[in-house]
């Protein structure tokens, strides 16, 4: 096996870089080898497998996935870092020709020079749920990852309806995929040490449910069912029909049901009462 990162290595590397880690960046650097090989091997990376990452930092991800992935492509906005990673992959005995690094921001990404098809990544918790969902949309050569996020979202990204975490984001993220909680991470496996638990939650993407015309109608029924988290379903969405109690029942929903209450399936039902309704306008 090849050495991973240590936190030695790490404040090092952030030295010789004159890195301070970032709040506003979510930078907060794996520093635990282990935690990092636990990661990839949760997302079943296997030697044929093309890894997405987003935010490497310093690379200690990314090096357990060099030792497992055909190619790993790293998403970094910080042009330090995206210069360091592959100096630090090289002095690790790692093939150059297998890390791709791009030094853009996460959430402008919508091209990549290779169809990756698992992503594993430590997501900041300010744009964990657009990043994944952006992923998910965009490239659907991903068909399965792992993401560490803070645990308060990855609670929210996992939850079942008419559970008080479930909300917009897991309905939209279940339009592609199916998420389960794969365990909870100490704080002291980073640096700096954060002030909130993280957890990882894993993803295996499934047939979606429609097309790109179904996704947007039902999405924006999503949004309107939580918009206000007590209404129920014929007030919260009587602003896209003309009469919301009569489509909800067209499309096999109780119109006193709230939004919690529903899976992705009934919000697509009513998304289709939705184009329907637009349809005949």
């Avoid at 030792?67 to 592959?86: C, F």
Wanted: aromatic letters at 6%; charged letters at 20%; a positive charge.
């Amino acid at each position: 096996m090849s050495n991973l990162l240590g936190a030695v290595e790490i404040r090092e590397i952030a030295e010789q870089l004159n890195l301070k880690p970032t709040k506003k960046l979510g930078q907060n650097f794996v520093v635990d080898a282990n935690t990092c090989r636990k990661i990839v091997k949760l997302a079943v990376v296997q030697s044929t497998d093309i890894a997405l990452e987003i935010g490497p930092g310093v690379g200690s991800l990314t090096l357990a996935l060099l030792e497992k992935a055909i190619q790993v492509v790293a998403v970094e906005i910080d042009d330090r870092l995206a210069n360091q990673l592959p100096i630090t992959a090289a002095n690790h005995g790692f093939d150059s020709k297998k890390l791709v690094v791009i030094n853009q921001d996460a959430m402008q990404i919508n091209k990549l020079p290779v169809e990756p098809t698992v992503l594993v990544a430590n997501l900041p918790y300010n744009i964990s749920v657009p990043v994944l969902l952006n992923m998910l949309q965009l490239f659907p050569s991903i068909d399965r990852g792992v993401v560490m996020v803070q645990s308060e979202v990855a609670h929210r990204l996992a939850a079942k309806p008419n559970s008080k975490e479930y909300g917009s984001p897991t309905a939209k993220v279940n339009w592609w995929a199916d998420l389960e909680l794969a365990g909870s991470v100490s704080r002291s496996i980073f640096w700096p040490i954060p002030n909130v638990d993280s957890s990882l939650v894993k993803f295996v993407r499934h047939k979606p449910i429609g097309n790109e015309q179904d996704r947007i109608a039902t999405f924006s029924v999503i949004d309107k069912a939580f918009a206000k988290r007590r209404k129920m379903m014929r007030s919260a969405v009587s602003v896209l029909f003309n009469d919301a109690e009569e489509s909800l029942i067209a499309a096999g929903v109780d119109p006193t049901l709230r939004g919690e209450a529903l899976d992705i399936g009934k919000f697509y039902q009513i998304g289709q009462q939705l184009i329907k309704h637009n349809s005949t306008k």
